[in-house]
């Protein structure tokens, strides 16, 4: 089964050709990274607007890549939530209007859903159950994957994604745009022993995470550096921040693979490209003899294939969307597809 995926979900407009959910015939992303470089982060309209400029060329190309014609294509998949809403509804809007001229079937995904799917386009071996941990700019999820489309979160942050937290840390140090890139790179030639952050937990609940006590710890350092006209050293600062944060998201995926005995651990989400945190994975599961699916590289950011990959088991599962198909800015990864919060129906 040939997929057709669109994701339009952030800044990145995205297509590609997947075959039966494991081999990509193609991958094509414009990315809008330098326009909102200008702002240090993603202006939702300004996104929207360049998601309608690029979707239909970019799809043009996806399949002009893969070789093939619309005819030769077998569903179009779409990302429906979560995400900015005007960036969503562009996706979404496109991909109905394909699958209604070409009459073939629309299969909406979850944003995250599809995150985790890269690790099968990356280990063509890889099946459920394992532990994923999801890791982006907007969720840190804790996610127990019992089989391709029934998830169960048992730990998330309770106030900012680790990404987030990056993110935010990095522009208080001055550094461009993605900010947990930049920051992954400024840290290599720092000291991670430099500086000391609080390491927090959440009262009953050992997998959730808070990441906002550590970002107002960082900022309150640099703050107080300014005001007494100190320079701190930023490599060392950032690598120490990054320390912390991975440590974090370790020890809660060690936690959380003990309690629920999964022997299979897998990152997914933007973050996950982190070098440290792919360092920091690797030992801690080759210490407990769990096996490790990292996404190659070019999958962990936002990108189409990973969305026809889980499209093709959303398909498989039943799932399949109508052309009242609408967009969520949130959503559980839980949640099964059916338009729940959908606020009325149209009456015509
Ligand atoms: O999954 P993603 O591309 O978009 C969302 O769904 O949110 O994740 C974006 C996040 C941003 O916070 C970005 O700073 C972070 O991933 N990121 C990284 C790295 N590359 C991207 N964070 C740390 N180290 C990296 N190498
Ligand atoms: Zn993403």
Redesign the pocket.
Known sequence: MRILAIES??DETAAAVVENGRTVLSNVIASQVEEHKLYGGVVPEIASRRHAEAVSAVTQKALSDAGLTLREIDAVAVTYAPGLIGALLVGVNYAKSLAYAAKLPLIPVH?LRG?VAANYLSHPDLEPPFLCLVV???HTHLVEVKDYTTFSVIGKTRDDAA??A??KAARAMGLPY????H??RMAASGNPAAFRFPVPRVDGAPLDFSFSGLKTSVLNQLHNAAQKGETLCLPDLGASFLASVVHILCDHTARAAVQSGCKTVVLA???S???VLRREMAALCKKRGWRLCLPELPLC??NAAMIGAQGYYEAKAGVCADLSLNAFATLPIEQPFGNPTSERSVSI
């Open positions: 979900s952030c944003h995150h982006s700019g907007g990404g987030e990056l993110d993605p900010g947990g890139l920051l992954d989400g933007g973050v490209a982190n070098s950011g936002d």
